[in-house]
């Protein structure tokens, strides 16, 4: 009787290891509802991106025979544009290219603008100067002004877009990981490792990067929200992403213009994605700050 129990009980119970790794989210969830919301929707969309052939109920460059500009059904819930495609497939598909092109700029701007500011901080003197005097000019222009240039100059295409709005973002970090790293340096643990020979390439990489890692994370998601909307600008003014590939912004700048008025599901589905996608890295990024910065903690 005692062994069958066990037997049961051992089943219905994750094991003990696993209760250990899912303490950490449940605490986070009850401290920061809004902010486990936020992660959802997030793994939500990057799950739906990942898995877009599966998800998606059609092609979404194929062209559906007397299906024009439907409105939406249960056979098309989103509805259908004016090339008969249908919207709800497109919108999928579409997070795939906003996602693509928000974290890989994100993660280009992020380790770029890091890398900047600790060696502009830790080491100073005319290496300070000239980094700061380049991302003073760099913070005068516009994000997406600056952005919009960069592709011009290096064409349109996925990565070039990735890369221009990576560049975009890395004077912001460099500030905030320089700001840091010139508080640290002063601290008796870097001067400890210094006293003890520890080279400089040691001293930034392990005393000075792990204790700028909290503030990194916070800009990371911030940016990202940042990132899909730059993007879904510049697939708006037709710099995106090539016309063949689907995406939220050039949903936004073509078909939702010309037929807003007769297909208004055109621009409220595509719009309602970037809101929510944005929502949700917003408030997943203020939970993580208010958790990791100690000057917010209760």
């Not at 600008?233 to 010309?258: C, D, H, I, K, Y």
Request: net charge positive; aromatic share 4%.
């Amino acid at each position: 009787m005692s062994s069958a129990h066990l037997t049961i009980t051992d089943a219905v119970l994750p094991p003990p290891s696993s209760r250990r790794r899912l303490r950490p989210l449940l605490r986070f969830a009850a401290r920061k509802p809004l902010g486990a919301v936020g992660a959802v929707l997030l793994l939500t969309a990057v799950l739906l991106a990942v898995f877009a052939p599966a998800v998606a109920p059609y092609d979404p460059a194929k062209n559906l025979l007397g299906q024009r500009l439907k409105p939406p059904s249960a056979a098309h819930p989103f509805g259908t544009d004016a090339q008969s495609r249908d919207l709800l497939s497109r919108i999928i598909h579409g997070a795939r290219l906003s996602l693509t092109v928000g974290i890989g700029s994100v993660l280009l701007g992020t380790v770029t603008g890091a890398a900047l500011g600790i060696l502009s901080g830790y080491l100073g003197g005319w290496v300070d100067l000239l980094l700061q005097r380049l991302v003073d000019v760099m913070l005068a222009i516009p994000n997406l002004i600056l952005a919009i240039a960069m592709v011009a100059m290096l064409g349109q295409s996925l990565t070039n877009v990735v890369i221009a709005l990576g560049v975009a973002q890395a004077p912001r970090v460099c500030l905030v990981v320089r700001g840091m790293t010139l508080t640290l340096r002063a601290q008796p643990f870097v001067e400890a490792a210094r006293s003890l020979g520890a080279t400089d390439r040691r001293v930034m990489l392990r005393h000075l990067l792990p204790n700028v890692a909290a503030p990194i994370i916070v800009l990371v998601t911030a940016g990202l929200g940042g990132a899909i909307v730059a993007e879904t600008s510049l697939s708006f003014l037709g710099l995106g992403a090539p016309v063949t590939t689907p995406s939220w912004g050039e949903m936004l700048s073509n078909q939702a213009r010309r037929f807003m008025t007769v297909a208004p599901w055109l621009g409220i589905f595509p719009g309602l994605a970037i809101t929510t996608v944005v929502l949700s890295v917003n408030l997943l990024g203020d939970a993580l700050r208010d958790l990791l910065d100690p000057r917010l903690r209760v």
